[in-house]
Protein backbone atom coordinates (compact mmCIF):
# COMPACT_ATOMS: atom_id res chain seq x y z
CA UNK A 1 0.00 0.00 0.00
CA UNK A 2 1.30 3.55 -0.66
CA UNK A 3 2.99 6.05 2.19
CA UNK A 4 0.15 7.72 3.48
CA UNK A 5 -2.19 6.40 2.23
CA UNK A 6 -6.09 6.89 3.55
CA UNK A 7 -6.12 4.43 5.91
CA UNK A 8 -2.98 5.14 7.78
CA UNK A 9 -4.53 8.50 8.02
CA UNK A 10 -7.74 7.54 9.12
CA UNK A 11 -5.94 5.24 11.76
CA UNK A 12 -4.87 8.19 13.32
CA UNK A 13 -1.49 7.32 12.70
CA UNK A 14 1.24 9.27 11.02
CA UNK A 15 2.13 9.00 7.63
CA UNK A 16 5.87 7.34 6.86
CA UNK A 17 6.54 9.29 3.71
CA UNK A 18 8.55 11.35 5.99
CA UNK A 19 10.85 8.85 7.45
CA UNK A 20 11.13 7.58 4.11
CA UNK A 21 11.98 10.46 2.34
CA UNK A 22 15.64 10.92 0.53
CA UNK A 23 17.50 13.68 -0.25
CA UNK A 24 20.46 13.83 -2.29
CA UNK A 25 23.67 15.88 -2.67
CA UNK A 26 24.83 15.69 -6.37
CA UNK A 27 28.28 17.14 -7.07
CA UNK A 28 27.88 18.71 -10.53
CA UNK A 29 31.61 19.24 -10.91
CA UNK A 30 33.98 22.68 -12.16
CA UNK A 31 30.94 23.97 -13.76
CA UNK A 32 31.14 22.44 -17.52
CA UNK A 33 27.27 20.55 -17.84
CA UNK A 34 29.05 17.66 -19.63
CA UNK A 35 31.03 16.40 -16.20
CA UNK A 36 28.03 15.65 -14.88
CA UNK A 37 27.54 11.67 -14.24
CA UNK A 38 25.29 9.50 -15.05
CA UNK A 39 24.16 9.06 -12.16
CA UNK A 40 23.83 12.74 -11.20
CA UNK A 41 21.84 12.99 -14.50
CA UNK A 42 19.36 10.31 -13.73
CA UNK A 43 18.90 11.27 -10.05
CA UNK A 44 18.24 15.14 -11.21
CA UNK A 45 15.43 13.41 -13.74
CA UNK A 46 13.98 11.85 -11.03
CA UNK A 47 13.43 14.38 -8.71
CA UNK A 48 10.14 16.72 -7.58
CA UNK A 49 12.40 19.34 -5.70
CA UNK A 50 15.71 20.45 -6.87
CA UNK A 51 17.84 23.16 -4.51
CA UNK A 52 19.85 25.43 -6.31
CA UNK A 53 22.49 28.08 -4.03
CA UNK A 54 22.93 29.98 -6.74
CA UNK A 55 21.34 31.43 -10.42
CA UNK A 56 24.54 29.47 -12.18
CA UNK A 57 23.56 25.97 -11.16
CA UNK A 58 20.58 26.44 -13.55
CA UNK A 59 22.71 25.57 -16.68
CA UNK A 60 23.54 22.32 -15.51
CA UNK A 61 19.61 21.89 -15.73
CA UNK A 62 19.38 22.98 -18.99
CA UNK A 63 21.54 20.44 -20.25
CA UNK A 64 20.72 18.43 -23.29
CA UNK A 65 20.71 15.07 -21.03
CA UNK A 66 18.38 16.72 -18.61
CA UNK A 67 14.30 15.77 -19.08
CA UNK A 68 12.92 17.34 -15.09
CA UNK A 69 9.63 16.02 -14.79
CA UNK A 70 6.84 17.68 -15.31
CA UNK A 71 6.15 18.72 -11.36
CA UNK A 72 9.87 19.22 -10.84
CA UNK A 73 10.20 22.73 -8.64
CA UNK A 74 13.79 24.20 -8.70
CA UNK A 75 14.17 26.17 -5.56
CA UNK A 76 17.11 28.46 -5.27
CA UNK A 77 18.64 30.21 -2.21
CA UNK A 78 22.21 31.46 -1.30
CA UNK A 79 22.91 30.44 2.22
CA UNK A 80 22.72 27.71 4.43
CA UNK A 81 20.05 28.62 6.72
CA UNK A 82 17.91 28.66 4.08
CA UNK A 83 19.31 25.32 1.93
CA UNK A 84 18.87 23.25 4.72
CA UNK A 85 15.11 24.69 5.63
CA UNK A 86 14.36 24.31 1.86
CA UNK A 87 15.54 20.95 2.24
CA UNK A 88 14.15 19.74 4.97
CA UNK A 89 10.52 20.88 4.26
CA UNK A 90 10.88 19.03 0.78
CA UNK A 91 11.67 16.05 2.67
CA UNK A 92 8.96 16.39 5.02
CA UNK A 93 6.71 15.86 2.16
CA UNK A 94 8.32 12.67 1.22
CA UNK A 95 10.00 14.17 -2.18
CA UNK A 96 12.35 12.82 -3.96
CA UNK A 97 14.84 15.78 -3.17
CA UNK A 98 18.41 16.59 -4.73
CA UNK A 99 20.90 19.05 -3.48
CA UNK A 100 23.09 20.61 -6.19
CA UNK A 101 26.82 21.09 -4.94
CA UNK A 102 29.18 22.41 -7.04
CA UNK A 103 32.15 20.40 -7.46
CA UNK A 104 32.21 17.54 -5.31
CA UNK A 105 30.08 17.58 -2.24
CA UNK A 106 32.56 16.23 0.19
CA UNK A 107 35.31 17.51 -1.28
CA UNK A 108 34.43 20.98 -2.23
CA UNK A 109 31.03 21.53 -0.46
CA UNK A 110 30.55 22.97 2.87
CA UNK A 111 27.17 20.71 3.44
CA UNK A 112 28.20 19.45 6.89
CA UNK A 113 25.02 21.79 8.39
CA UNK A 114 22.91 20.61 5.85
CA UNK A 115 23.78 16.39 6.55
CA UNK A 116 23.72 16.95 9.99
CA UNK A 117 20.27 18.72 10.63
CA UNK A 118 18.72 15.95 8.00
CA UNK A 119 20.49 13.32 10.17
CA UNK A 120 19.03 14.91 13.21
CA UNK A 121 15.30 14.73 11.59
CA UNK A 122 15.78 10.93 10.90
CA UNK A 123 15.81 11.71 6.66
CA UNK A 124 18.18 9.49 4.72
CA UNK A 125 21.02 10.96 2.49
CA UNK A 126 22.91 9.99 0.21
CA UNK A 127 25.83 11.26 -2.04
CA UNK A 128 26.44 11.14 -6.02
CA UNK A 129 30.05 12.13 -6.17
CA UNK A 130 31.32 14.86 -8.75
CA UNK A 131 34.55 15.92 -10.42
CA UNK A 132 36.61 18.21 -8.23
CA UNK A 133 37.52 21.63 -9.60
CA UNK A 134 40.70 20.94 -7.80
CA UNK A 135 41.96 18.03 -9.98
CA UNK A 136 39.80 18.99 -12.96
CA UNK A 137 40.32 22.65 -13.41
CA UNK A 138 44.35 22.54 -14.12
CA UNK A 139 43.77 19.37 -16.34
CA UNK A 140 41.31 22.40 -18.16
CA UNK A 141 44.14 24.50 -18.16
CA UNK A 142 46.70 21.95 -19.71
CA UNK A 143 48.35 21.14 -16.61
CA UNK A 144 49.50 17.54 -15.77
CA UNK A 145 49.32 16.27 -12.32
CA UNK A 146 50.55 12.91 -13.15
CA UNK A 147 53.69 12.09 -11.57
CA UNK A 148 54.23 14.76 -9.33
CA UNK A 149 53.48 14.76 -5.27
CA UNK A 150 50.57 17.09 -5.13
CA UNK A 151 49.04 19.10 -2.49
CA UNK A 152 45.19 19.99 -2.71
CA UNK A 153 43.84 23.15 -0.76
CA UNK A 154 40.48 23.61 -0.90
CA UNK A 155 38.65 27.21 -0.67
CA UNK A 156 38.06 26.41 3.41
CA UNK A 157 41.74 25.17 3.91
CA UNK A 158 42.95 27.78 1.84
CA UNK A 159 41.14 30.39 4.25
CA UNK A 160 42.35 28.93 7.57
CA UNK A 161 46.05 28.07 6.43
CA UNK A 162 46.00 32.16 4.79
CA UNK A 163 45.35 32.86 8.63
CA UNK A 164 47.36 33.70 11.42
CA UNK A 165 46.54 29.98 12.33
CA UNK A 166 47.18 28.26 9.26
CA UNK A 167 49.25 25.49 8.32
CA UNK A 168 52.80 25.83 6.04
CA UNK A 169 52.24 24.59 2.59
CA UNK A 170 54.33 21.53 0.83
CA UNK A 171 58.10 23.16 0.06
CA UNK A 172 58.02 20.82 -3.29
CA UNK A 173 55.81 19.00 -5.54
CA UNK A 174 52.80 21.04 -6.73
CA UNK A 175 50.49 22.79 -5.00
CA UNK A 176 46.72 23.09 -6.33
CA UNK A 177 44.50 26.09 -4.64
CA UNK A 178 40.55 26.87 -4.62
CA UNK A 179 40.71 30.61 -3.55
CA UNK A 180 39.56 34.18 -4.54
CA UNK A 181 40.87 37.14 -6.06
CA UNK A 182 41.25 39.21 -2.86
CA UNK A 183 43.55 36.08 -1.11
CA UNK A 184 45.88 36.16 -3.64
CA UNK A 185 48.63 38.53 -2.35
CA UNK A 186 48.26 36.53 0.82
CA UNK A 187 48.26 33.22 -0.43
CA UNK A 188 51.73 34.34 -2.43
CA UNK A 189 53.11 35.28 0.66
CA UNK A 190 52.04 32.61 2.24
CA UNK A 191 53.42 30.07 -0.22
CA UNK A 192 56.75 32.23 0.10
CA UNK A 193 56.63 31.63 3.96
CA UNK A 194 56.43 27.92 3.27
CA UNK A 195 59.64 27.48 1.53
CA UNK A 196 58.58 28.15 -2.60
CA UNK A 197 60.73 30.95 -4.28
CA UNK A 198 58.77 33.59 -5.76
CA UNK A 199 60.42 32.97 -9.09
CA UNK A 200 58.64 30.00 -9.36
CA UNK A 201 56.35 28.94 -12.38
CA UNK A 202 52.57 29.09 -11.51
CA UNK A 203 49.26 29.03 -13.47
CA UNK A 204 46.44 30.98 -12.46
CA UNK A 205 43.04 30.12 -14.13
CA UNK A 206 39.46 32.26 -13.95
CA UNK A 207 36.13 30.99 -14.90
CA UNK A 208 37.96 27.21 -14.99
CA UNK A 209 35.94 24.52 -16.57
CA UNK A 210 33.38 26.73 -18.84
CA UNK A 211 33.87 28.22 -22.28
CA UNK A 212 34.67 31.58 -20.61
CA UNK A 213 37.95 30.09 -18.77
CA UNK A 214 41.17 32.00 -19.07
CA UNK A 215 44.54 30.31 -18.04
CA UNK A 216 47.50 32.81 -17.56
CA UNK A 217 51.15 31.20 -17.26
CA UNK A 218 53.10 33.08 -14.44
CA UNK A 219 55.52 33.26 -11.55
CA UNK A 220 54.61 33.28 -8.18
CA UNK A 221 55.08 36.67 -8.21
CA UNK A 222 53.68 37.53 -10.66
CA UNK A 223 50.19 36.49 -9.76
CA UNK A 224 48.81 39.64 -8.21
CA UNK A 225 49.24 40.84 -12.03
CA UNK A 226 47.19 38.48 -13.29
CA UNK A 227 44.30 39.00 -11.34
CA UNK A 228 44.74 43.05 -11.53
CA UNK A 229 40.99 44.08 -12.63
CA UNK A 230 39.56 40.62 -12.06
CA UNK A 231 36.33 40.89 -9.38
CA UNK A 232 37.84 41.04 -5.45
CA UNK A 233 35.02 37.80 -4.85
CA UNK A 234 35.56 36.25 -7.98
CA UNK A 235 37.24 32.13 -7.64
CA UNK A 236 40.58 31.30 -9.20
CA UNK A 237 42.33 28.62 -9.10
CA UNK A 238 46.18 28.49 -8.82
CA UNK A 239 48.97 25.46 -9.13
CA UNK A 240 52.41 26.31 -7.99
CA UNK A 241 55.21 24.21 -8.95
CA UNK A 242 58.52 23.94 -10.67
CA UNK A 243 57.26 21.38 -12.56
CA UNK A 244 55.18 24.42 -14.97
CA UNK A 245 56.94 25.94 -17.78
CA UNK A 246 55.53 27.71 -20.61
CA UNK A 247 56.91 24.90 -23.17
CA UNK A 248 54.69 22.14 -21.45
CA UNK A 249 51.51 24.14 -20.51
CA UNK A 250 51.76 25.00 -24.28
CA UNK A 251 52.02 21.48 -25.07
CA UNK A 252 49.37 20.51 -23.05
CA UNK A 253 46.54 23.31 -23.86
CA UNK A 254 44.33 21.03 -24.69
CA UNK A 255 41.19 23.23 -23.56
CA UNK A 256 41.68 26.55 -24.79
CA UNK A 257 43.17 25.77 -27.91
CA UNK A 258 39.35 24.44 -29.15
CA UNK A 259 38.97 25.96 -32.74
CA UNK A 260 35.98 27.95 -31.53
CA UNK A 261 36.70 28.79 -27.94
CA UNK A 262 35.49 31.40 -26.69
CA UNK A 263 33.43 32.07 -29.36
CA UNK A 264 30.26 33.91 -28.91
CA UNK A 265 28.01 32.34 -31.15
CA UNK A 266 24.10 34.04 -32.01
CA UNK A 267 21.59 30.91 -32.81
CA UNK A 268 18.21 32.54 -34.18
CA UNK A 269 15.72 29.76 -33.55
CA UNK A 270 12.09 28.50 -34.38
CA UNK A 271 10.05 27.30 -31.38
CA UNK A 272 10.95 23.87 -33.07
CA UNK A 273 14.90 24.09 -32.26
CA UNK A 274 16.96 21.15 -31.27
CA UNK A 275 19.08 21.41 -28.31
CA UNK A 276 22.03 19.55 -30.71
CA UNK A 277 23.06 22.40 -32.25
CA UNK A 278 24.58 24.46 -29.00
CA UNK A 279 25.59 21.30 -27.87
CA UNK A 280 27.95 20.38 -30.19
CA UNK A 281 28.81 24.07 -30.47
CA UNK A 282 29.57 24.05 -27.14
CA UNK A 283 31.71 20.59 -27.68
CA UNK A 284 33.90 22.94 -29.97
CA UNK A 285 34.40 25.77 -27.18
CA UNK A 286 31.59 28.00 -27.81
CA UNK A 287 29.31 30.34 -26.20
CA UNK A 288 25.82 30.21 -27.26
CA UNK A 289 22.61 32.49 -26.91
CA UNK A 290 19.58 31.30 -28.37
CA UNK A 291 16.90 34.26 -29.82
CA UNK A 292 13.50 33.26 -30.50
CA UNK A 293 12.39 34.20 -34.01
CA UNK A 294 9.05 32.59 -34.55
CA UNK A 295 6.09 32.44 -32.41
CA UNK A 296 3.23 30.21 -33.06
CA UNK A 297 -0.22 31.13 -33.17
CA UNK A 298 -3.95 29.22 -34.11
CA UNK A 299 -4.50 29.10 -37.59
CA UNK A 300 -7.38 31.95 -38.71
CA UNK A 301 -10.00 29.64 -39.33
CA UNK A 302 -9.31 26.58 -36.81
CA UNK A 303 -12.74 24.54 -38.02
CA UNK A 304 -10.51 22.87 -40.49
CA UNK A 305 -8.32 21.49 -37.60
CA UNK A 306 -11.06 20.91 -35.24
CA UNK A 307 -12.72 18.23 -38.11
CA UNK A 308 -9.50 16.48 -38.39
CA UNK A 309 -8.99 16.38 -34.87
CA UNK A 310 -12.82 14.65 -34.39
CA UNK A 311 -11.43 12.56 -37.57
CA UNK A 312 -8.60 11.30 -35.67
CA UNK A 313 -10.71 10.48 -32.91
CA UNK A 314 -13.76 8.32 -35.39
CA UNK A 315 -11.53 6.52 -36.84
CA UNK A 316 -10.89 8.70 -39.80
CA UNK A 317 -7.37 8.14 -40.62
CA UNK A 318 -4.77 5.49 -41.42
CA UNK A 319 -1.88 8.04 -41.07
CA UNK A 320 -0.89 11.41 -39.22
CA UNK A 321 2.22 12.49 -40.93
CA UNK A 322 4.27 15.09 -38.18
CA UNK A 323 6.99 16.93 -39.93
CA UNK A 324 7.76 19.02 -36.96
CA UNK A 325 7.36 19.70 -33.47
CA UNK A 326 5.36 22.42 -33.29
CA UNK A 327 2.63 19.95 -35.53
CA UNK A 328 3.09 17.35 -32.60
CA UNK A 329 2.64 20.50 -30.02
CA UNK A 330 -0.42 21.76 -32.29
CA UNK A 331 -2.40 18.26 -32.10
CA UNK A 332 -1.32 17.28 -28.91
CA UNK A 333 -3.28 20.95 -27.59
CA UNK A 334 -6.34 20.38 -29.46
CA UNK A 335 -6.71 17.28 -28.11
CA UNK A 336 -6.06 18.44 -24.27
CA UNK A 337 -8.68 21.07 -25.36
CA UNK A 338 -11.49 18.73 -25.10
CA UNK A 339 -10.00 16.59 -22.72
CA UNK A 340 -8.63 13.65 -24.55
CA UNK A 341 -4.71 12.59 -24.23
CA UNK A 342 -2.15 10.27 -26.02
CA UNK A 343 -4.51 7.40 -25.91
CA UNK A 344 -6.59 9.27 -29.27
CA UNK A 345 -3.42 8.04 -31.17
CA UNK A 346 -4.65 4.55 -30.82
CA UNK A 347 -5.61 2.46 -34.13
CA UNK A 348 -3.44 5.02 -35.98
CA UNK A 349 0.07 4.51 -37.28
CA UNK A 350 2.30 7.78 -37.34
CA UNK A 351 5.15 8.66 -39.29
CA UNK A 352 7.32 11.29 -38.16
CA UNK A 353 10.87 13.73 -39.42
CA UNK A 354 13.40 14.88 -37.25
CA UNK A 355 14.86 14.24 -33.49
CA UNK A 356 12.30 16.92 -31.73
CA UNK A 357 9.81 15.71 -33.25
CA UNK A 358 10.33 12.59 -32.62
CA UNK A 359 11.14 13.81 -28.71
CA UNK A 360 7.83 15.86 -28.78
CA UNK A 361 6.00 12.54 -29.55
CA UNK A 362 7.73 10.71 -26.60
CA UNK A 363 7.25 13.08 -24.24
CA UNK A 364 3.23 12.11 -24.61
CA UNK A 365 3.98 8.64 -24.75
CA UNK A 366 3.34 8.21 -28.26
CA UNK A 367 6.50 6.31 -30.31
CA UNK A 368 6.40 6.77 -34.41
CA UNK A 369 6.04 3.43 -36.60
CA UNK A 370 7.92 4.92 -39.37
CA UNK A 371 11.06 7.32 -39.08
CA UNK A 372 13.31 8.07 -41.75
CA UNK A 373 17.57 6.89 -41.38
CA UNK A 374 19.82 9.14 -41.77
CA UNK A 375 18.82 12.84 -43.60
CA UNK A 376 15.96 14.00 -41.96
CA UNK A 377 13.21 15.63 -44.96
CA UNK A 378 10.12 15.17 -46.47
CA UNK A 379 11.44 13.95 -49.41
CA UNK A 380 13.58 11.07 -47.24
CA UNK A 381 9.98 10.37 -45.57
CA UNK A 382 7.79 10.31 -49.23
CA UNK A 383 11.10 7.42 -50.04
CA UNK A 384 9.98 5.39 -47.41
CA UNK A 385 6.61 5.90 -47.32
CA UNK A 386 4.75 2.29 -47.91
CA UNK A 387 1.81 2.37 -51.03
CA UNK A 388 -1.68 2.54 -50.41
CA UNK A 389 -2.75 -1.15 -50.62
CA UNK A 390 -6.74 -1.39 -50.34
CA UNK A 391 -5.88 -5.09 -49.50
CA UNK A 392 -4.36 -4.52 -46.90
CA UNK A 393 -5.16 -0.79 -45.91
CA UNK A 394 -8.83 -0.34 -44.68
CA UNK A 395 -8.45 3.51 -44.80
CA UNK A 396 -6.64 5.39 -47.50
CA UNK A 397 -6.55 8.81 -45.93
CA UNK A 398 -3.79 10.68 -44.02
CA UNK A 399 -3.68 13.75 -41.96
CA UNK A 400 -0.44 15.90 -42.27
CA UNK A 401 -1.11 19.11 -40.10
CA UNK A 402 1.57 22.01 -40.80
CA UNK A 403 2.13 25.36 -40.45
CA UNK A 404 0.95 27.50 -42.50
CA UNK A 405 4.09 28.87 -44.58
CA UNK A 406 5.25 24.72 -45.04
CA UNK A 407 4.80 23.84 -48.49
CA UNK A 408 2.52 20.86 -49.80
CA UNK A 409 5.45 18.89 -51.56
CA UNK A 410 4.46 16.39 -48.98
CA UNK A 411 1.43 16.02 -49.81
CA UNK A 412 1.71 15.78 -53.59
CA UNK A 413 4.25 12.65 -53.20
CA UNK A 414 1.74 10.82 -50.74
CA UNK A 415 -1.01 11.39 -53.12
CA UNK A 416 1.17 9.81 -55.85
CA UNK A 417 1.46 6.83 -54.23
CA UNK A 418 -2.61 6.68 -53.87
CA UNK A 419 -3.16 8.19 -50.79
CA UNK A 420 -6.28 10.77 -50.24
CA UNK A 421 -4.43 13.41 -47.70
CA UNK A 422 -5.71 16.39 -46.09
CA UNK A 423 -3.70 18.74 -45.10
CA UNK A 424 -4.11 20.97 -42.61
CA UNK A 425 -2.57 24.24 -41.31
CA UNK A 426 -2.43 23.25 -37.97
CA UNK A 427 -0.61 26.47 -36.40
CA UNK A 428 0.65 29.88 -37.98
CA UNK A 429 4.64 31.11 -37.76
CA UNK A 430 4.56 34.60 -36.83
CA UNK A 431 7.77 37.19 -36.35
CA UNK A 432 8.98 36.68 -32.40
CA UNK A 433 9.33 39.81 -30.03
CA UNK A 434 12.26 41.56 -30.81
CA UNK A 435 15.22 40.55 -28.29
CA UNK A 436 16.09 42.58 -25.40
CA UNK A 437 17.85 46.00 -26.58
CA UNK A 438 21.41 44.75 -25.53
CA UNK A 439 21.19 41.84 -27.56
CA UNK A 440 20.22 44.25 -30.07
CA UNK A 441 23.12 46.09 -30.03
CA UNK A 442 25.62 43.14 -30.27
CA UNK A 443 24.31 42.00 -33.27
CA UNK A 444 24.68 45.38 -34.74
CA UNK A 445 28.18 46.44 -33.47
CA UNK A 446 29.79 42.65 -34.32
CA UNK A 447 29.82 41.31 -30.09
CA UNK A 448 28.88 38.04 -31.84
CA UNK A 449 31.87 36.00 -33.31
CA UNK A 450 29.02 33.93 -35.60
CA UNK A 451 25.59 33.73 -36.04
CA UNK A 452 24.50 30.12 -37.52
CA UNK A 453 20.84 29.98 -39.37
CA UNK A 454 19.10 27.26 -39.48
CA UNK A 455 16.54 27.80 -42.13
CA UNK A 456 15.45 31.00 -44.96
CA UNK A 457 13.11 31.58 -42.59
CA UNK A 458 15.41 32.47 -39.12
CA UNK A 459 17.28 34.89 -41.51
CA UNK A 460 14.11 37.15 -42.29
CA UNK A 461 13.09 37.43 -39.17
CA UNK A 462 16.36 37.95 -37.37
CA UNK A 463 16.87 40.46 -39.55
CA UNK A 464 12.95 41.75 -39.02
CA UNK A 465 13.35 42.27 -35.45
CA UNK A 466 17.10 42.68 -34.66
CA UNK A 467 18.90 44.02 -37.70
CA UNK A 468 21.50 42.97 -39.81
CA UNK A 469 24.80 41.28 -38.20
CA UNK A 470 27.43 43.18 -37.97
CA UNK A 471 29.96 42.95 -41.14
CA UNK A 472 32.57 40.92 -39.13
CA UNK A 473 30.95 38.03 -37.34
CA UNK A 474 31.20 34.82 -39.53
CA UNK A 475 28.05 33.63 -41.13
CA UNK A 476 27.07 30.26 -41.44
CA UNK A 477 23.80 28.84 -42.90
CA UNK A 478 22.07 25.22 -42.81
CA UNK A 479 22.49 24.82 -46.37
CA UNK A 480 22.06 26.37 -50.08
CA UNK A 481 18.40 28.04 -49.72
CA UNK A 482 19.24 29.30 -46.57
CA UNK A 483 22.93 30.70 -47.40
CA UNK A 484 21.31 32.34 -50.87
CA UNK A 485 18.63 33.84 -48.23
CA UNK A 486 21.40 35.40 -46.23
CA UNK A 487 22.97 37.02 -49.51
CA UNK A 488 19.03 38.49 -50.52
CA UNK A 489 19.48 40.44 -47.22
CA UNK A 490 22.96 41.34 -48.11
CA UNK A 491 24.64 39.12 -45.71
CA UNK A 492 28.29 37.74 -46.72
CA UNK A 493 27.78 33.72 -45.88
CA UNK A 494 31.23 32.18 -44.59
CA UNK A 495 30.17 29.23 -44.18
CA UNK A 496 27.68 26.29 -45.45
CA UNK A 497 27.06 22.86 -44.09
CA UNK A 498 28.05 20.27 -46.03
CA UNK A 499 24.27 18.05 -45.48
CA UNK A 500 21.47 20.14 -43.86
CA UNK A 501 21.87 19.25 -39.96
CA UNK A 502 22.99 20.66 -36.91
CA UNK A 503 26.03 18.54 -36.22
CA UNK A 504 27.00 19.11 -40.03
CA UNK A 505 26.67 23.38 -39.24
CA UNK A 506 28.35 22.90 -36.06
CA UNK A 507 31.44 20.84 -37.61
CA UNK A 508 31.51 23.51 -40.35
CA UNK A 509 31.62 26.42 -38.54
CA UNK A 510 34.63 24.68 -36.28
CA UNK A 511 35.99 23.73 -39.08
CA UNK A 512 36.08 27.09 -40.76
CA UNK A 513 37.34 28.49 -37.32
CA UNK A 514 40.51 26.27 -37.10
CA UNK A 515 41.42 27.19 -40.88
CA UNK A 516 41.28 30.64 -39.73
CA UNK A 517 43.12 30.39 -36.98
CA UNK A 518 46.73 28.36 -38.48
CA UNK A 519 46.35 31.14 -41.06
CA UNK A 520 46.63 34.01 -38.79
CA UNK A 521 49.41 31.92 -37.08
CA UNK A 522 50.98 31.19 -40.25
CA UNK A 523 51.00 34.60 -41.22
CA UNK A 524 52.09 35.72 -37.88
CA UNK A 525 49.45 37.38 -36.95
CA UNK A 526 47.55 37.09 -33.55
CA UNK A 527 44.77 34.46 -32.93
CA UNK A 528 41.95 36.83 -32.02
CA UNK A 529 38.12 36.24 -32.81
CA UNK A 530 35.83 37.71 -34.92
CA UNK A 531 34.38 39.99 -32.44
CA UNK A 532 37.89 41.26 -31.43
CA UNK A 533 38.75 42.70 -34.60
CA UNK A 534 38.25 47.05 -34.99
CA UNK A 535 34.52 47.80 -34.73
CA UNK A 536 33.26 50.87 -35.78
CA UNK A 537 29.55 50.03 -35.52
CA UNK A 538 27.42 48.66 -38.24
CA UNK A 539 28.24 50.17 -41.83
CA UNK A 540 25.63 52.04 -43.59
CA UNK A 541 23.48 50.00 -45.94
CA UNK A 542 24.61 46.82 -43.49
Known sequence: MPLGSADAQGSGLQPSAVAQARVQFVGTGPGDPGLLTLAAVTAINRASRIVIDSPRMRQFLAAPEISLSEDA???????????????????????????????????????????????????????????????????????????????LVGAESARRDLSSEGYPWAREGLIVVSSTVDSIRDLVSHAIDSGRPESEPAVLTRHGGTTSQISTTTTLGGLPAAVAKADPAEC???????????????????????????????????????????????????RCLDVPT????LPRTPQQMDKAIRGMVEGRYEWVVFTSANAVRAVREKLESIGLDSRAYSG???????????KALAEWGVRPDLVPEGSQSTASLAAIFPAFDDALDPINRVFVPRADIATESLSAELSALGWEVEDIIGYRTVRAAPPPAETREAIKTGKFDAVVFTSSTTVRNLVGIAGKPHKHTVVAAI????????????????????????????????????????????????????????RRGRQPGH
Open 73 to 151: EIIETGDTPGITSALLDAAGQGLDVVRLVQGDPFLDGDIGAECSALASADFDVDVIPGVSPLTAVPEYAGVSLHGHDVQ
Open 236 to 286: VHVVIGRVLTDANRARLDWYESKPLFGWWILIPRTRDHSAMLPSRLQDYGA
Open 294 to 297: ISME
Open 348 to 358: LRIAAIFDSTV
Open 479 to 534: GPHTAETCEEHGLNVDVVAAEPTAVALADALADFAAVRRDELIAKGRPVIRPSQRK
